[in-house]
């Protein structure tokens, strides 16, 4: 990446300002007292480093647009990778400089010496010790002794619930969290490594005979849990309803031990999936040897904590690590498992002096994107009934904005609450078994949490869990329970981002970016939910209008992804419109606003999710007339293409 580096500042000095065609680049600041013509122009002359100019627009404008981005940046990389890795780097820099200087008054912020302790923590491992996680846990009595479920509800408390019968805390809708229950999850088996193996406490079973009575048990318990019927709905039942239908299990127990609570109100209400296979498995598990299922409930857990996202000891068992790339990892790690402290420290130390600027121009692009759907809704081209219509202007109306993603008007206290509540031990396994207590302790509370006011705040942002996937929080996305745009740190930066670009620059990302993230609310999937999260017939109404069908088959021919297809078009499509209302400006602005949308993409290998970079940008263009009449694109080249699909 330094490499690289160096490359681009020689190409920026190469070009110079009186050759880019930028006669009447409109130069105003929307929401800004001033805009830094510096900022602007480098910028600038950065779009235009990438284009290949021997490529015809018209015919791939990736690669017109991104055509020299591997040489300048090499393989694998894109605007967001780079972006996330100085956000990594910034944490490096700040735990650096706090080991060294004892006086910083960061140290003096909630949170940081517990912060700077994992993190020390982390980057002294020298090996796994998975015996260790082990020995952390409540002590239970005797593995043969302890019915299966002691142990199952004691590790829930961290987090972790996959099999036998699973207790988990998850967010419902906008004001709420529930509790779940399900049966053993029927699509995951242990893998019995060595290494967990030699972990497990004294038992006297052979590696293999162990891992062949594993496989057994869990082959009984696939049968007994995959549903009969498909039914994925869950069901509202409350804990007396549950306790009368399968009376086999101290749900009360389990439950109180699982969440730290002293009761659970009988009428306390849950959401159930498949109540009977949790009966069968309970009843099964009932009659077997209580050290096995034990052993077995130890063996999960501990795969399960090396299988969560970013876990270091699976950087250490790899290959041989440099104490920079255990740093890294460290930090990404603390990223995923200490969310809250962590984009705490970085919004005191890093975000909070731009926080101002950006809230104006984030939230204001925002709002005219709102006002733009809500009017194109008013249209109402797929002939809909008024009383859909008006839900999804609702749903519009009620989206909120998260740039950061950090719980919204809260003093320290709450930050200091936060320190009180989360400990750090001596060593590694200790602090991470107890950050993960911290959240998922703290979930549960929410739960049952009967305050409006202070959950409010935590519902202000999404709290991710330790175990969210990498892919989501690297870019802007739409959370659909809570109706809300979460824009993480990482896009809130150059070159994505700039509270001082000017609009064919601020637009052509910003606003193409916000508006795929708002279309998402409308895609195949998510449309269902409605302004506080809750599901809805939405889908099922629409399908009933055969100028929606038409238009969903329209978009649907080529796509690994249709709701990332209908959200990239119909998304483009809003932030052109937006953006347009000055078409004088649009003339002569058009170039800049279409690289700085094509940046986004560039480099873009894509993922289960979603195409590839190329094909995304080149589909949502050569759908979007103005693209063609700005380049003087032929109709039927591949960048105007002859059938064009209408969407939202
Ligand atoms: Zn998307």
């Known amino acids: 990446m330094a490499c690289g580096l160096r490359i681009i500042s020689l190409l920026l000095l190469s070009i110079s300002i009186d050759a880019l065609p930028t006669y009447h680049l409109n130069q105003s600041c929307p929401y800004q007292s001033q805009c830094d013509p510096s900022i602007n122009w480098q910028h600038i002359r950065r779009l ?241 040897d209580r050290r096995l299922l034990n052993l077995y409930s130890l063996a999960r857990f501990l795969s399960h904590l090396l299988q969560l996202p970013h876990n270091p000891l699976e950087s250490l068992s790899s290959a041989l690590v440099s104490s920079k790339s255990l740093s890294i990892a460290c930090i990404r790690h603390m990223r995923r498992t200490l969310y809250l402290p962590m984009i705490y420290a970085y919004e005191r130390v890093y975000y909070a002096q731009q926080r101002p600027s950006d809230e104006r121009v984030i939230h204001s692009v925002f709002t005219e994107l709102k006002d733009q759907l809500v009017q194109t809704l008013d249209q109402n081209h797929f002939n809909l009934n008024r009383g859909l219509v008006k839900a999804l202007q609702t749903k519009v109306l009620g989206m909120r904005l998260n740039v950061g993603n950090v719980p919204r008007n809260v003093t320290e206290d709450f930050f200091w609450a936060t320190d009180r509540n989360w400990k750090v031990g001596h060593d590694f396994h200790e602090n991470h078994l107890n950050s993960l207590l911290y959240y998922y302790s703290l979930t549960a509370e929410l739960e049952g949490n009967p305050d409006a006011t202070e959950k409010a705040i935590w519902y202000s942002f999404n709290n991710h869990s330790p175990d969210l996937t990498d892919n989501i929080d690297a870019t802007p996305y739409f959370y659909c329970l809570g109706n809300i745009i979460i824009i993480p740190y990482s896009y809130a930066q150059l070159p994505f981002y700039h509270s001082e670009l000017w609009p064919a620059m601020l637009y052509g990302d910003l606003a193409n970016t916000l508006g795929h993230e708002m279309l998402h609310a409308f895609d195949t999937d998510l449309v269902d939910y409605d302004v506080q999260g809750n599901m809805r017939d939405y889908s099922e109404q629409l399908q009933q209008q055969p100028l929606y069908v038409e238009a969903v088959k329209c978009l649907n021919d080529s796509s690994v992804v249709l709701n990332e297809r209908t959200s990239d078009v119909s998304g483009s499509r809003l932030a052109f419109r937006t953006y347009m209302k000055d078409t004088q400006s649009w003339q002569s602005n058009g170039r800049y606003y279409f690289l700085q949308f094509s940046h986004f993409f560039c480099g873009d290998e894509g993922d289960r999710y979603h195409d590839m970079g190329s094909t995304r940008l080149n589909y949502a263009l050569s759908q979007m007339p103005e693209f063609a009449e700005y380049f003087h694109c032929a109709r039927g080249t591949p960048m105007n293409s002859a059938k064009q699909c209408h969407f939202w």
Not at 65 to 75: F, L, V
Not at 203 to 226: C, D, P, W, Y
Not at 261 to 266: D, H, L, P, T
């Open 48 to 288: 235009e480093s990438y284009v290949r100019r021997d490529v015809d627009p018209c015919v791939d404008f990736y690669a017109y647009a991104c055509g020299n981005w591997r040489r300048i940046h090499g393989e694998g990389g894109t605007a967001t990778t780079i972006s996330e890795a100085q956000i990594n780097q910034r944490f490096e820099d700040l735990f650096l400089r706090l080991l060294q200087d004892p006086l910083a008054q960061e140290h003096g912020y909630p949170m940081q010496q517990k912060l700077l302790t994992h993190y020390q923590s982390c980057t002294a491992l020298t090996s796994s010790n998975l015996r260790r996680y082990l020995q952390l846990l409540p002590p239970l009595p005797a593995l043969n002794a302890s019915h299966w479920m002691e142990l199952v509800s004691i590790l829930g408390r961290y987090g972790y619930h996959d099999h036998f019968v699973q207790i988990e805390v998850r967010h419902h809708n906008i004001s709420q969290h529930m509790i779940f229950i399900q049966p053993h999850n029927h699509n995951q088996n242990l893998d019995l490594t060595r290494e967990i193996y030699d972990a497990l406490p004294q038992h006297g079973i052979g590696f293999t005979q162990l891992k062949e009575m594993f496989s057994v048990l869990e082959s009984h318990l696939n049968r007994l849990a995959k549903p009969n019927i498909t039914d994925d709905s869950f069901h509202n039942l409350t804990l007396e309803q549950i306790r009368r239908r399968v009376p086999e299990l101290d749900w009360l127990g389990a439950l109180k031990r699982q969440l730290n609570r002293s009761s659970v109100n009988a009428d306390h209400s849950f959401q159930v999936d498949e109540l009977s296979a949790i009966r069968q498995v309970i009843l099964y598990l009932n009659r077997q």
